[in-house]
C-alpha cells in the first residue's frame, strides 16, 4: 500500500507534466501548421534569397533556431510534431542566424529550391572566385540582406589584405567595383588595413539601395564597421541610409570614382588591369560588389524598345500623378511600385504579373496591394501578360481575353539579368542553385 502511494506520488506530477508538455507542443503545432497552409494555399512556399534546410533527423526540437530568427514575430521558422520547419517562407530573408543557434548543426544555408534555381558565381569561403585574384561580396555573390552584404565585404577585404605582396606599394593593391552597401564596407576595410585601393562605381552612392523607391525601409539591424564604428540605428529609409553613407565617406575621407564604368579587367602578370572609359588601373586584386541586375530583365514586346514611357525601375511615384500607369512584375520592388503611384492623385494603377500569386514579395508589400485593391485603387491582374505597348495604350493577355487599357507609362519590376556573360568572359564559375548550400 505504502509502495501504491509513493508511486502515486511521484508519477502523477510526471505525469502532468507530461501531459501538460503535450498540451503545448500540440497547440503549437497545429498554430504552426496553420500558417504553413496559409503560405502554401496562397502558393506564397519561395524564399526569396539564402535560407535553412533543416534536417529532421538531427534536428532534437528545442526551438533555439525560431527564438534566433530576427523575423521570428513573422514565425518564418516554427516547430511542428517536434521538429522544425520552414513555415512562412516568404519573410525569410537570409539572416542566416538560425545556422548559428542551431546546437546539433541540423540546418544548412542553401540558394534556391528544387522549382526554383538561383545562378550564383562560384566562391570560396575567403569570396575568392575560382579566377584567383579576383573576389566577390555582396548581392552579386547572392547576399541581398544590407548588413550581411556589409558583412561580407569586410571579410572579403580581409582575404585579400592575406594575399602575399599586399601592402607592399608599386601598385594599386585591390580595385573595388562598386560602392554599394559591400563597396563601402570593403572600402573602409582597405582603408584601416591601409591598402592602396580604388573604388569606382558606374552610378552614385548606395548601388541598389540608390535604386530602391523613396521612403523604402532598407536596413533592419545594425552593423559594426571600420573607422567609423557600429550604426546607430536598426530601422531607417533610404534617404537615411544614404545620407549615412555620405557621412561615412565624409567622414572616412574615401576616395570613390563616380561616374566611372568598370569595361573589362584583364589579367596580366602579378594581377590585372581594370579598364574603365577614364583609365586603366594596374592591381593586385580587385573585387566585385555590383549588383546581379546589371541589366534589367525585358518583356520583350512590340513597341517596348526605345519607348520612352517605359522604365525599369520607380525613382518618385509623384511624377506619375493623374496618369494611367501599368506596374509589371509580382515581387517586392512591383508591389512597392504600385502601392505608391496609387496615392497619387488622379492616377489608375493595374498591376500584371504572370503568376497566380505574389510568391515572391514580402507579406507587408502583398498587404498593402491587398488593401489598394479593395477600395477600388489599383487593379491586380494575375496570370496575366503584357503583349504590346503604344504611345497611349498597352494590350495585355488575361484570363483568356485580350483587353486594351488607356496608358501613359509602365514600369517593368521584373528583376535583372546576372552578368553572367562578363563573369565568363573573365573565367567565373557561375553554378545553378537548386536548394543547394
Avoid at 546607430?232 to 572616412?252: M, N, P, Q, S, W
Wanted: charged share 20%; hydrophobic share 40%.
Amino acid at each position: 500500500m505504502e509502495i501504491a502511494l509513493n508511486l502515486a506520488l511521484y508519477l502523477v506530477p510526471l505525469g502532468l507534466v507530461w501531459a501538460a508538455y503535450h498540451f503545448a507542443r500540440n497547440r503549437v503545432s497545429r498554430r504552426n501548421r496553420a500558417i504553413l497552409a496559409e503560405a502554401e494555399e496562397a502558393g506564397l512556399t519561395e524564399p526569396a534569397s539564402l535560407h535553412p534546410l533543416i534536417d529532421e533527423v538531427r534536428c532534437i526540437g528545442c526551438a533555439a533556431c525560431v527564438t534566433a530568427c530576427p523575423e521570428h514575430k513573422h514565425h518564418v521558422l516554427g516547430l511542428i510534431d517536434g521538429r522544425a520547419q520552414l513555415t512562412n517562407p516568404t519573410y525569410c530573408i537570409g539572416h542566416g542566424a538560425c545556422k548559428a543557434a542551431c546546437p546539433v548543426d541540423a540546418i544548412t544555408l542553401v540558394f534556391g529550391t528544387a522549382k526554383r534555381g538561383v545562378d550564383i558565381p562560384v566562391v570560396q569561403p575567403t569570396f575568392e572566385t575560382n579566377v584567383p585574384g579576383i573576389f566577390i561580396a555582396g548581392e552579386l555573390g547572392g547576399m541581398g540582406l544590407i548588413r550581411n552584404a556589409m558583412e561580407q565585404g569586410k571579410q572579403a577585404m580581409e582575404s585579400i589584405g592575406r594575399v602575399p605582396g599586399m601592402g607592399g606599394g608599386g601598385t594599386t593593391d585591390v580595385v573595388i567595383v562598386g560602392c554599394g552597401p559591400a563597396g563601402i564596407a570593403a572600402s573602409l576595410s582597405a582603408k584601416a588595413a591601409g591598402l592602396r585601393y580604388v573604388t569606382l562605381d558606374q552610378d552614385s552612392l548606395g548601388g541598389t539601395v540608390y535604386n530602391f523607391p523613396r521612403g523604402k525601409l532598407v536596413m533592419t539591424a545594425p552593423v559594426e564597421l571600420p573607422i567609423v564604428g557600429r550604426t546607430r540605428f536598426t530601422d531607417t529609409t533610404k534617404e537615411a541610409l544614404l545620407a549615412y553613407f555620405e557621412g561615412i565617406v565624409a567622414k572616412a575621407d574615401l576616395r570613390i570614382n563616380f561616374r566611372e564604368r568598370m569595361d573589362a579587367i584583364v589579367p596580366v602578370d602579378g594581377g590585372f588591369v581594370v579598364k574603365t572609359p577614364r583609365a586603366e588601373y594596374r592591381t593586385r586584386a580587385v573585387l566585385l560588389c555590383i549588383g546581379r541586375r546589371g541589366t534589367p530583365r525585358k518583356l520583350g514586346v512590340p513597341g517596348e524598345e526605345g519607348s520612352p514611357k517605359v522604365v525599369y525601375r520607380l525613382m518618385d511615384p509623384e511624377q506619375y500623378k493623374g496618369q494611367h500607369v501599368l506596374v509589371v512584375g509580382g515581387g517586392d520592388s512591383a508591389l512597392e511600385a504600385a502601392a505608391s503611384i496609387v496615392d497619387q492623385p488622379g492616377t489608375t494603377v493595374t498591376l500584371s504579373y504572370r503568376s497566380e500569386a505574389f510568391g515572391r514579395a514580402k507579406a507587408a508589400n502583398r498587404e498593402r496591394v491587398r488593401q489598394a485593391t479593395e477600395t477600388g485603387r489599383l487593379t491586380v491582374m494575375l496570370k496575366s501578360s503584357v503583349k504590346e505597348i503604344t504611345p497611349d495604350r498597352v494590350r495585355i493577355e488575361w484570363d483568356g481575353t485580350t483587353r486594351d487599357l488607356p496608358n501613359d507609362a509602365v514600369i517593368v519590376c521584373a528583376g535583372g539579368i546576372l552578368p553572367t556573360p562578363f563573369l565568363k568572359e573573365i573565367g567565373i564559375m557561375v553554378e545553378t542553385k537548386y536548394g543547394t548550400a
